[in-house]
């Protein structure tokens, strides 16, 4: 093996062991904003912070959103911003597409570019898709 390929491989390793670090760093920085609030299943979830007519999806919601991000959700608050509560700056642009995806697929909706950029918070992504299975539905 040349020189240069070790230290290709050591470059590749290092920047691997620096991603998992920083990952790992943003798990903690989340949990420690949440500590203080109190864990909930998604279902009591849906129904402490929502209506009856939005609790299901914002349970379901929490579940599919659960599968895109390495935080717990559990002391998630409808509030909670995405980049800056969540710091969801991890979800890259295909997870962002994906995470799209299984909305639109779990609801039987659309979500147009324009509509999901201003999707902010928790709290957004539960009413939009509420309205949007209501106009579904009329």
Do not use: C
């Not at 999806?57 to 800056?84: M, N, Q, Y």
């Amino acid at each position: 093996m040349s020189i240069a390929v070790a230290i290709g491989i050591v470059a590749v390793l290092a920047i691997g062991v620096l991603l998992w670090f920083q990952e790992r760093s943003v798990r903690r920085l989340v949990a420690k904003r949440m500590q203080t609030r109190k864990a909930q299943p998604a279902d009591e979830f849906g129904r402490h912070f929502f209506t009856d007519a939005t609790a299901p999806i914002a349970s379901r919601l929490r579940e599919i959103l659960a599968r895109h991000i390495e935080v717990d959700l559990s002391r998630l608050h409808p509030d909670d911003r995405f980049i800056e509560d969540l710091e969801m700056v991890e979800l890259d642009s295909l997870s962002a597409v994906n995470f799209a995806l299984d909305i639109e697929r779990e609801f039987a909706i659309s979500i147009p570019d324009a509509d999901a950029t201003r999707l902010k918070t928790f709290r957004d992504v539960v009413e939009y898709v509420s309205r949007a299975i209501r106009q579904t539905a009329a």
